[in-house]
Nanobody, 123 residues
Framework: QVQLVESGGGLVQAGGSLRLSCAASGRTFSSYTMGWFRQAPGKEREFVAAINWSGRNTYYADSVKGRFTISRDNFKNTDLQMSSLKPEDTAVYYC?????????????????WGQGTQVTVSS
């Protein structure tokens, strides 16, 4: 069982940066691939980025590649560093965990989800 709690959302101007954090609880955190998804108003939830259990493999959606960086530590934290933010990045961002590959998380429904944190980018 894995429980996830996101933090770090907020309001930022276009071109700015924001760092999201996900704190996981549970003994088997280190064996899970961790990822971030987002859902904008009126749109379906979409994959953003994922990092495998070892931290060696990452995978990004094309829309954020080169602007967002996902990382994790050996304890229970997974971060998403977001730079060069655009108004279209505005969404609720969700942390997720699953026993799959980083690329696999982009096409599967993760087993565990956080409650989400709001990110708003003003133009």
């Amino acid at each position: 069982q894995v429980q996830l709690v996101e933090s770090g959302g907020g309001l930022v101007q276009a071109g700015g940066s924001l760092r999201l954090s996900c704190a996981a609880s549970g003994r088997t955190f280190s064996s899970y691939t961790m990822g971030w998804f987002r859902q904008a108003p009126g749109k379906e939830r979409e994959f953003v980025a994922a990092i495998n259990w070892s931290g060696r493999n990452t995978y990004y959606a094309d829309s954020v590649k080169g602007r967002f960086t996902i990382s994790r530590d050996n304890f229970k934290n997974t971060d998403l560093q977001m730079s060069s933010l655009k108004p279209e990045d505005t969404a609720v961002y969700y942390c997720a965990a699953d026993r799959t590959t980083a690329q696999g998380m982009s096409v599967t429904e993760p087993d565990y989800w956080g409650q989400g944190t709001q990110v708003t980018v003003s133009s």
